[in-house]
């Protein structure tokens, strides 16, 4: 069974930085991409940043500059540095792994989310 554990989230003053990790434990065929979500209350769920196995990131427009991805698909766990964080903004970040299922459709998991709050 997979899963996916996120930590790292927390209390944040505007400004600030804090970094998120995940580690995903179990089999995942194919796995091409880890990456995070974030979820605010009463919006969906939006698109932050990806990593994938050759090597190639990519950021929210909201994002670029101020946080960054990385990803060890050996070790299935992928990072994210939150800095600048803006007052706020605060959303339940998801970790994210895309792998491939037997008859090759992609597949995605899901982490179960660690909250990062941005307040004075």
């Known amino acids: 069974q997979v899963q996916l554990v996120e930590s790292g989230g927390g209390l944040v003053r505007p400004g600030g930085s804090l970094r998120l990790s995940c580690v995903a434990s179990?089999?995942?065929?194919?796995?091409?991409?880890m990456g995070w979500y974030r979820q605010v209350v009463g919006r969906q769920r939006e698109f932050v940043a990806t990593?994938?196995?050759?090597?190639?990131?990519d950021y929210a427009d909201s994002v670029k500059g101020r946080f960054t991805i990385s990803g060890d698909f050996v070790n299935k766990t992928v990072y994210l540095q939150l800095n600048s964080l803006k007052l706020k903004v605060t959303a339940v970040y998801y970790c994210s792994a895309e792998g491939l299922k037997t008859n090759g459709n992609p597949r995605r998991y899901w982490g179960q989310g660690t909250q990062v709050t941005v307040s004075s």
């Open positions: 179990g089999k995942i065929g194919g796995l091409y991409a």
């Open positions: 990593s994938t196995n050759r090597d190639t990131t």
